[in-house]
C-alpha cells in the first residue's frame, strides 16, 4: 500500500482527528466523522478492505487507532487464534492485535499520548495510519493460515515471516 501524505507542517488545529481527517482526504478514502472523537476509513490493500478507526479522548489526551480485519473467529478455532496472538503481539514494537469475543473480530490496536501542549503533525499521523495498516498487512496472511488453512499457530507465524531474498 502506497500512503500518501499530507504536508510536513503542524497544522494548527485543536483535534488531532482533524490531521487524520487531511491524511483520509489525501488518499481519497471513504470516511465518515460523526463527532469530534471518532473517525473512520475504508483503507483499501493487498489483503483486504480495512475498517480504520480512530478515537479520540480529549479528557486524557489519548488517540487510539483501531484497524478491524473482515475475518471473523468461528469459537472452535478461538483457541488457536488467542495463541497465534500471543505469538504475534510478542514480535511487535508498537500496538497488539486482539480478537473480541462480542462479534468474533479480530482487529489491530494503537494507542497514542497528545498531551494538551502538543498537536498531531501530519508526520506522526502518517505514521499511525502506516503502522496499523502495515502491521495488519504483514500478519493477516498469519490469521488466515490458522483460520482456513489448518496450520497451527506456530506453523502460521513461521510460514508467514520468511524473508524473502532477491527480486523477481
Same mark, same amino acid.
Given at each position: /500500500?502506497?500512503? *500518501? ?15 487524520? =481527517? ?7 478514502? *471513504? ?36 484497524? /478491524? ?24 514494537? /508498537? ?35 502506516? *503502522? ?22 506456530? =506453523?502460521?507465524?513461521?510460514?508467514? /515471516?520468511?524473508? *524473502?531474498?532477491?527480486?523477481?
Amino acid at each position: /500500500m502506497t500512503l *500518501t501524505q499530507t504536508q510536513d507542517t503542524v497544522l494548527e488545529l485543536s483535534n488531532p482527528l482533524d490531521a487524520i =481527517e487531511a491524511l483520509f482526504e489525501a488518499n481519497e478514502w *471513504t470516511f465518515e466523522r460523526d463527532s469530534n472523537e471518532e473517525i473512520t476509513a475504508i483503507v483499501p490493500s493487498g489483503w483486504c478492505d480495512y475498517q480504520l478507526r480512530f478515537f479520540w479522548r480529549e479528557q486524557e489526551g489519548v488517540l487510539q487507532a483501531v484497524n /478491524m480485519f473482515d475475518l471473523k473467529v468461528p469459537s472452535a478455532k478461538r483457541a488457536s487464534i488467542c495463541e497465534t496472538l500471543a505469538l504475534i503481539n510478542e514480535r511487535l514494537w /508498537m500496538g497488539h492485535f486482539e480478537s473480541w469475543t462480542d462479534g468474533d473480530a479480530l482487529l489491530y490496536r494503537h494507542a497514542t499520548y497528545i498531551d494538551e501542549d502538543s498537536q498531531l503533525s501530519p508526520n506522526h499521523a502518517h505514521a499511525l495510519v502506516q *503502522t496499523a495498516v502495515g502491521e495488519s498487512d504483514r500478519f493477516y496472511p498469519v490469521f488466515q493460515f490458522v483460520l482456513w488453512a489448518g496450520k497451527s499457530p506456530a =506453523e502460521a507465524v513461521e510460514a508467514a /515471516m520468511l524473508d *524473502t531474498v532477491g527480486s523477481a
